[in-house]
C-alpha cells in the first residue's frame, strides 16, 4: 500500500505559521503570532495532515534523520521483517515536510 504524505509542499509552506494546532468539529486551528499577539487560523486539513502539523518541530515527534536510521538499520539486518520495517519508515516520512533541495 503507497502511503502517500500527509500534505503536500504548498500545503507545509502555509501551515508551519504558528506553534500549536488543534482540530475542533472538523476543523484545525493553527495558533500563531502575529504582532506578537495569538490568533487562530481556520485551516483544511484532514486528521493525517493533523497529526503531521502537531508532531512537526516536537520533542516527541519524528525526524528526516529518523527515516534515514531505520531506512539504513533495515538494510543492514536483511530480510527478517524488512517490510514491515520499511512501512514503519513510509508512514513515518509521510509526517514530515518535503526534503529540502540539496539537503
Not at 30 to 41: F, I, K, T, W
Request: with cysteine.
Amino acid at each position: 500500500m503507497e502511503i502517500k504524505p500527509a500534505l503536500t509542499a504548498r500545503e507545509w509552506e502555509s501551515h508551519i505559521v504558528g506553534d500549536h494546532a488543534h482540530e475542533q468539529k472538523g476543523k484545525v486551528y493553527v495558533y500563531s503570532y502575529c504582532g506578537g499577539l495569538p490568533y487562530a487560523e481556520d485551516v483544511e486539513v484532514d486528521r493525517h495532515g493533523l497529526a503531521a502539523l502537531c508532531l512537526h518541530g516536537q520533542p516527541f515527534g519524528f525526524t528526516r534523520s529518523d527515516v534515514h536510521w531505520l531506512r539504513k538499520y533495515v538494510n543492514m539486518e536483511g530480510p527478517s521483517h524488512h517490510a514491515q520495517f520499511m512501512s514503519l519508515a513510509d508512514r513515518i516520512e509521510a509526517l514530515l515536510p518535503p526534503e529540502e533541495k540539496g539537503g
